[in-house]
């Protein structure tokens, strides 16, 4: 095996695209500053029983562990950030009222999460803690529209769900608890066949209870799926209550297009108790973003809080955008005179991009379109155009 070869689904990211993500992560972080949230950084490595509290299974699965060699103690590379900043809102800052949050920072899967994914990811999100009313969602949806608004995306497609119909429906059958996982999962592709298997496969699972699972995976499209699962799904005070915070919600954004999918479990991690939403667009096979509200997980840390919020991976948004456009850059001869390094200084301080060439050597750039040359002229450096801009 080649010393250079990468495991699987992860990659080396090439200059161009990795300043592209670079300045994503500036701009996104500089516009969640707008909004009064504050930037918070936790470790990339914690103890798992820390890493992992308040979230389900799944995250679990997806934490890679290793043995800590000073407390030997089992330690997670994070697989999401959420928890983290959970903990740090809980039992660090420890405020009174609301506080928002933004993070930005690399997550490891043990495993891709599909045959597209990769395994790391660059991790960008905001939370706001404290507050339970819808009023939070809807900054943290309007949040991140902005978000892959300022990234060049268009005609992004909101989609609305609530976890806790499914659970209302697990919870009314105890026979179902066993299979949650695989509900979760059926329910993710919308395999009704797999649905029906349960029958068979589960003790004692009552056959109305299957056929609420079948239903749930019809029910998406447009705002009046909600009309349609109040008559469809089984009159439980939580799948009521579940349908009536959808509708809340959607009645105060009208200015937003809402589609509603009630079998979309997302990837929640298990730590999702409200609303949650996703963002789709043309372009991307799965969500670009992934969000909603979770409270009580800082419980775990010795604080219940209201939070609801949002994260999205800087790497797959960049992915699918149009090819970053290379930045202007200035040719100049490689040389140590106090005239030229001045010329240089001024050319650097004023923002422009500058690349001296080194003695006997080509060069090649993937960033920079070379426009214009820096050139000494009757005593004087002077910027002047060059006919055939080029990378080299």
Known sequence: MSKWLLPESLADILPAEARRIEELRRDLL???????????????????????????????????????????????????????VSRIDAHLLNREGVTRLCYCGS??????????????????????????GFEADIEIIELALESVKRAGVREARLDLNH??????????????AVASDEIHRLLDTKDVPGLDALHGQLTGVRADSIESLRVLASLYGGTEVIAKARLSLPALPAIQAALNDLETLIRALP????????????????????????????????????????????????????????SLDLRKLSSGLPPAARARAIRAPWGT???????????????????????????????????????LDDGTWKVRAISNPSAD
């Open 337 to 375: 005179d106090a005239a030229l390094v001045n010329a240089l200084r001024k050319l650097r301080l004023a923002g422009e991009i500058v690349v001296q060439m080194l003695p006997g050597q080509a060069q090649r750039m993937d960033e920079f379109s070379v426009d214009r040359e820096l050139v």
């Open 30 to 84: 500089d516009l969640y500053r707008t909004y009064g949230f504050e930037l918070v950084a936790p470790p990339l490595v914690e103890y798992l029983d820390s890493l992992l509290s308040g979230s389900g299974a799944d995250l679990n699965l997806r934490t890679c562990k290793l043995v800590d060699q000073l407390s030997g103690r089992t330690l997670g590379v994070r697989a999401d950030m959420t928890p983290q």
């Open 255 to 310: 200015d937003y297009q809402f589609s509603v999918d009630l079998a979309d479990m997302g990837s929640g991690y298990g730590y999702h108790t409200g609303v949650v939403f996703s963002i789709y667009a043309h372009g991307w096979h799965d969500a670009l973003v992934r969000g909603g509200r979770y409270d009580g997980v800082g419980s775990a840390f010795g604080r219940s809080r209201p939070a609801t919020g949002f």
């Open 163 to 176: 976890p806790a119909v499914l659970r209302a429906i697990v919870d009314a059958d105890p026979a179902l």
């Open 107 to 132: 997550v490891l899967h043990a495993r891709p999460t599909g045959l597209l994914s990769d395994r790391e990811l660059l991790q960008i999100g905001a939370e706001i803690y404290g507050h339970a």
